[in-house]
T-cell receptor
Framework: DAGVTQSPTHLIKTRGQQVTLRCSPKSGHDTVSWYQQALGQGPQFIFQYYEEEERQRGNFPDRFSGHQFPNYSSELNVNALLLGDSALYLC??????????FGQGTRLTVV | AQKITQTQPGMFVQEKEAVTLDCTYDTSDPSYGLFWYKQPSSGEMIFLIYQGSYDQQNATEGRYSLNFQKARKSANLVISASQLGDSAMYFCAMREGFTGGGNKLTFGTGTQLKVEL
């Protein structure tokens, strides 16, 4: 049983560009959340998708948007990239209250 | 206000010894869950253990146990018989409420654990 998978693993983008990160949840999980983890900090909640709709959102600007597909996979889009968007982006899936299972993350570098 | 506090930025422990990583939390929600994750240098967050606010007994998972003191709002992680592979960053996290589909986790700043020979 594959766990949470994210692609790509590493990415370098130029300031002002747009980026799309992808996530496939663990089998049987219908809820997907995205987190941003800056260097030396704990992950910060971006938003969560359930039944193809954004259900909760953290304190992130509208430049951060997402989508969930019928097969529960999800995308995170970031527009007008800033240097401060450089971080590890983690996707987590969950069927319920017992933990959120994370992928290996996508390390985004904005230059 | 910070909801999860981890006051130990770094900890050292000898191999085979036990170590306690501290975590305190703040919430007014009577229903909440507390989690511990391990993050090696590779970046993946590995789920270790979960404690629900209504659970009567402290959670245990192999060498991991959670010392849950509800009145003190603390949820310390105890790792017994430390191994070199336990060297990693450890995060405490909280989920408030158990509504369907809700899974927002609030994380602490982490504790870097180093296991020495």
């Amino acid at each position: 049983d594959a766990g949470v998978t994210q692609s790509p693993t590493h990415l370098i983008k130029t300031r002002g560009q747009q980026v799309t990160l992808r996530c496939s949840p663990k089998s049987g999980h219908d809820t997907v959340s995205w987190y941003q983890q800056a260097l030396g900090q704990g992950p910060q909640f971006i938003f969560q998708y359930y039944e193809e709709e954004e259900r909760q959102r953290g304190n992130f600007p509208d430049r951060f948007s997402g989508h969930q597909f019928p097969n529960y996979s999800s995308e995170l889009n970031v527009n007008a990239l800033l240097l401060g968007d450089s971080a590890l982006y983690l996707c987590a899936s969950s069927p319920d209250r017992v933990g959120a299972f994370f992928g290996q993350g996508t390390r985004l570098t904005v230059v | 206000a910070q909801k999860i506090t981890q006051t130990q930025p770094g900890m050292f422990v000898q191999e085979k010894e036990a170590v306690t990583l501290d975590c305190t939390y703040d919430t007014s929600d009577p229903s909440y869950g507390l989690f511990w994750y391990k993050q090696p240098s590779s970046g993946e967050m590995i789920f270790l253990i979960y404690q629900g606010s209504y659970d009567q007994q402290n959670a245990t998972e192999g060498r991991y146990s959670l010392n849950f003191q509800k009145a003190r709002k603390s949820a310390n992680l105890v790792i017994s018989a430390s191994q070199l592979g336990d060297s990693a960053m450890y995060f405490c996290a909280m989920r408030e409420g158990f509504t369907g589909g809700g899974n927002k986790l609030t994380f602490g700043t982490g504790t870097q654990l180093k296991v020495e020979l």
